[in-house]
């Protein structure tokens, strides 16, 4: 059977991990600006007290500065996505690339702030708009879909800082203005449109590393999914009122929980998994409402929501049209104990005997897509598209070349497994392997790649950006000229 004819192959990548420009073009700080790394890989946000002291303080959802205290630049800590990998001057040649491995689809982001530097100005920053429109001609001169997210972790600085960010009611306004905005700018240029990246981590990412988080924490986590939820779908009915040819996909981090063993509080274990961390944002997305095990898990940390009966209409008129999500790996959960944890992709669980793990400890599992997929069509019965899928792994260039052969194997995995799910009834239109350019990684590594192309841009801030063909460049062209045939 194959896939069909009109199947979307490319790639992704998100603004602030690849663009660079942080403080041209009139764009406005976000937190991620001011992320630097400790010798143990933390992240870490840099600022000034109000007794002039250089501090630090981790990188997280909820983190607010100190009274008096404001973000600050130091000179000699590097911040990785300042730079990025500098698409913000180089998107011709890089898109040139793209064109040339055949790319159907680009998924990127936009920089809320490079819009709206503020992120609630009634006006938007002309010279953004003319970057992105001057980016979106170029993909469509090159017979490029983009695939647009409006979101990717980059609240514009000043709404966290005074409005205390999605904490706020008040950002779904400053939201939906700015998603009005990118659907009246750019009509006619973009018609696949993603609200937000991931919009379920915020709560898997508490399970991960909050040990025991407080129900402070779920409180918190739970009232900004809601307004997150009320934001993308006002974003939805928008952009269809915008342009009739717009699709709107929520963006779901799509980790399959397996469970450990087969002791039945292990499968009860997995499936409140699959209830908390993938079911409860994909049924508000797709089918508008609530799940009836919304008020168990509120009621398990005495969760109590700002949510208004207008909120449930918007919720109920703003369903999505694709099921989107990314994949990268699986989660074995149990209720044994156990010292073998591994964790990545915003979850944590124990080491899955019957996997291989990547040098972050991300679980190699092709099944676990097929498994994802299929389960999750049947549920929802949308289009579905892999927007994320990738190795993160170190590459070496020996004589000007980069071997990967380890890429090619987990992405020929992992596309035979997809094909397969397709031929067993799914609907699913497209494919963006993650970061088919080099870029900044979410953990702020650079040694961590996911591209087809290299970019010579060094952990240690070395490097001169310019652009390498890897051997998985060439595979990957020949995979989407055969349409996904010819996966040798
Ligand atoms: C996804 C994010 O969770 O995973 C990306 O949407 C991120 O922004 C990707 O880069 C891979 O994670 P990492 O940590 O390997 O960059």
Redesign the pocket.
């Known amino acids: 059977m194959g896939l069909p004819a009109t199947f979307l192959w490319g790639g992704a990548t ?1 603004a602030h ?1 690849c663009e660079g420009g942080w403080n041209a073009g009139g764009r406005g700080p976000c937190k991620r600006d001011y992320m630097t790394l400790d010798e143990n890989k933390n992240r870490l946000l840099t600022y000034i007290d109000d007794a002039g002291n250089h501090c630090f303080m981790p990188l997280g959802s909820g983190s607010q500065l100190p009274e008096g205290a404001h973000y600050a630049v130091f000179d000699d800590c590097l911040y990785p996505d300042q730079e990025g990998v500098q698409f913000y001057n180089r998107y011709k040649e890089d898109i040139a690339l793209l064109k040339e491995m055949g790319f159907k689809v680009f998924r990127m982001s936009i920089a809320w702030s490079r819009l709206f530097p503020h992120g609630n100005e009634t006006e938007p920053n002309r010279e953004g708009i003319a970057f992105y429109k001057d980016v979106f001609t170029e993909l469509r001169k090159a017979n490029i879909e983009p695939l647009v997210t409006l979101w ?1 972790d980059d609240t514009p600085l000043y709404l966290d800082e005074v409005y205390g960010g999605w904490q706020n009611r008040k950002l779904i306004d400053f939201f939906e203005h700015y998603a009005n905005t990118c659907f009246e700018e750019f009509k006619g240029l973009v018609n696949y449109w993603l609200p937000f ?2 919009i379920n981590n915020v709560l898997m990412f508490l399970d991960m590393f909050g040990q025991d988080p407080s129900d402070e924490m779920f409180q918190a986590a739970y009232q900004e999914m809601h307004y997150k939820f009320v934001a993308s779908a006002r974003a939805v009915v928008a952009a269809h009122r915008a342009d009739e040819n717009n699709q709107v996909g929520c963006m779901i ?1 799509g980790v399959p929980f397996y469970p450990a063993t087969c002791d039945p509080k292990d499968i009860m274990l997995s499936h409140a998994m699959w209830e908390k961390g993938i079911l409860y944002s994909s049924d508000v997305l797709c089918k508008g409402e609530y799940p009836t095990f919304a008020k168990r898990l509120w009621r398990e940390h005495g969760v109590q929501l700002d949510i208004t009966p207008e909120d449930l209409a918007t919720i109920k008129a703003g369903s999505v049209d694709i099921y989107t999500f ?1 994949y ?1 790996m699986s989660s074995a959960v149990t209720t044994h104990s156990s010292n073998d944890i591994v964790g990545g ?2 979850t944590t669980g124990v080491r899955n005997p019957y996997l291989d793990y990547s040098e ?1 400890s991300w679980a190699h599992d092709p099944l676990g897509l097929r498994y994802f997929l299929e389960k999750v069509y049947a549920q929802y019965k949308l289009p579905m598209m892999i927007v ?1 899928n990738g190795l ?1 792994a170190v590459d070496t260039v020996e004589d000007g070349r980069v071997h990967d052969s380890y890429r090619i194997n987990y992405l020929r995995d992992h596309i035979r497994e997809m094909k397969q799910a397709v031929e067993n009834g799914v609907n699913l239109i497209g494919y963006t392997s ?2 088919c350019i080099d870029l900044v ?3 702020g590594e650079m040694k ?1 790649r996911y591209g087809f192309v290299y970019v010579d841009r060094q952990e240690d801030g070395s490097g001169t950006f310019s652009r390498i063909r890897k051997d998985s460049f060439y595979w990957y062209k020949k995979v989407i000229a055969s349409n996904g045939e010819d996966l040798r």
Do not use: L
Request: hydrophobic share 15%; net charge negative.
């Open positions: 998100s991990q990717h990246n991931e981090c990314s990268y992709n915003c972050w994320e993160g993650w970061g990684s979410a953990g961590k």
